[in-house]
């Protein structure tokens, strides 16, 4: 059973940065697109980055020129580094993996998501 873990999260001042981590496990074989996504109290859940398997990134317009999403297709694991926090950034991040294949060459026909890791920035 496909499984993402996050880690990283955490308090940090404003300015700050914060490295985030997300490692994809059970049986894949490749996984198309990795992301990560972000949810305020009392907003929907939006796009942060994505990030293809050939290194083909895609960022929100609000985290362009802070962040920096990346991945090791060895490891299933797509990283996001986020630097000049703003007190807005202040969110429940979730890893997002789509188009997974496992080594059996099956692909999986549904996204599959992490359990979130708060960010928090204080002013």
């Known amino acids: 059973q496909v499984q993402l873990v996050e880690s990283g999260g955490g308090l940090v001042q404003t300015g700050g940065s914060l490295r985030l981590s997300c490692a994809a496990s059970?049986?894949?074989?490749?996984?198309?697109?990795m992301g990560w996504y972000r949810q305020a109290p009392g907003k929907q859940r939006e796009l942060v980055a994505a990030?293809?398997?050939?290194?083909?990134?895609n960022y929100a317009d609000f985290v362009k020129g802070r962040f920096t999403i990346s991945r090791d297709n060895a490891k299933n694991t797509v990283y996001l580094q986020m630097n000049s926090l703003k007190p807005e950034d202040t969110a429940v991040y979730f890893c997002?993996?789509?188009?997974?294949?496992?080594?059996?060459?099956?692909?999986?026909?549904?996204?599959?998501w992490g359990q979130g890791t708060q960010v928090t920035v204080s002013s």
């Open positions: 997002n993996a789509a188009g997974v294949v496992s080594w059996s060459g099956r692909p999986y026909d549904r996204d599959y």
């Open positions: 059970g049986g894949i074989f490749s996984i198309a697109d």
């Open positions: 990030i293809t398997s050939g290194g083909k990134t």
